[in-house]
């Protein structure tokens, strides 16, 4: 689906501007080294107006990826979170994707980074739908493992979402859609399981879910959320290294994030997962967290910010 931003009103450092007035420096470290910082957040659209999931933990992930580079921010997530409101309100959406990225201006040429280097931040929001597709949630995506692997901790810093940390999951996804799959799914540099292009991976074997732990992938707050939503089933989830041997042998999996929210597997590198379709404990999962980003159960409100006060 081709989208324009025009009339859009962008949140950009403190102020509501038109899309085509958040300008960007074209020497902003940024664009040309991948010294950003960002953030997917999702408002859904409940009885009461639109309800940010989860705004205080991704804006304080934010802050932490800043602090991966040394770096800070003019605002706080209680700041940011407003500003999001704001992005919601003027844009009068009732359900939308929001875009926080926090970047570089053009003070600094080659690679140095000052010691406390001062990120600007712009917030977009726009509606995104199905990210892998309208049926992605109800049939389950195909998925292949990926010749590219996620860097770890050796070589990144796997636990901030940092925009250059992002090329290779743009090379992931497009190997696996030019080869008929829906996503790619990341090994790490040891050949365990990592995760998505841009979700976290969770299998059921024998009525217990499994996730890789924390060392080589983003931790979600989506799969932090199922993992709390598990609990409250009294379903166990187990992290642990996963292989392909997990993948090939699980009865169930499926991918977390903001974008894909809960989106089950139907096939993991040309084989079958499961009956080749969603099975219970994905479908029930999907149904809960519906539910809760929804505003239909009270046991999770915590979890959502009213953007109507
Ligand atoms: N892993 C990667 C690489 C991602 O880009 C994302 C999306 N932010 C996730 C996992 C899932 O994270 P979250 O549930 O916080 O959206």
Redesign the pocket.
């Known amino acids: 689906m081709s989208q324009t931003f025009e009339g859009n009103m962008v949140w950009h450092e403190g102020k509501m501007v038109p899309y085509e007035k958040a300008a960007v420096p074209l020497m902003s470290h940024t664009l040309h080294y991948g010294t950003g910082a960002f ?2 957040i999702r408002a859904y659209k409940t009885k009461n107006g639109p309800a940010i999931f989860r705004a205080q933990e ?1 804006f304080e ?1 934010l802050v932490d990826s800043v602090k991966a580079f040394g770096g800070t921010l003019n605002f706080s997530p209680e700041q940011m979170i407003q500003g999001a409101i704001e992005v919601i309100r003027a844009n009068r959406f009732e359900e939308c994707y929001l875009r926080p990225i926090a970047y570089l201006d053009d003070s600094n040429r080659g690679l140095k980074l000052p010691p406390a280097p001062k990120f600007l931040i712009s917030m977009v929001a726009w509606n995104w739908g199905k990210y892998l597709g309208d049926d992605a949630q109800k049939l389950g995506i195909r998925v292949k493992t990926s010749s590219f692997r996620r860097a770890d901790v050796s070589s990144s810093l796997p636990a901030a ?1 940092i925009t250059g940390a ?1 090329l290779t ?1 743009v090379l992931a996804r497009k190997e696996a859609n030019d080869n008929g799959a829906d996503e790619g799914l990341l090994l790490d540099a040891h050949g365990h399981v990592a ?6 991976l969770f299998a059921v074997k024998n009525g217990k879910l499994f996730t890789p732990h924390t060392m080589s ?2 931790p ?4 932090q959320s199922v993992v709390e939503m598990c609990q409250s089933l009294g379903l166990s989830v187990e992290e642990k290294n996963m292989t392909r041997n997990d993948l090939y042998l699980a009865d169930e999996l499926f991918f ?4 894909v929210e809960v989106t089950p597997i139907r096939e993991v590198d040309g084989r079958p997962v499961g009956k080749s379709a969603p099975g219970p404990i994905s479908k029930k999962l999907g149904e809960l967290f519906f539910s809760i980003v929804e505003g239909r159960n009270d046991n999770f409100r915590k979890w959502l910010t009213l953007v109507q006060g």
């Open positions: 953030e997917g991704h992930r979402k992002y999951s995760e998505g292009s841009g979700e976290n992938i983003l979600g707050i989506t799969r977390t994030g903001t974008a």
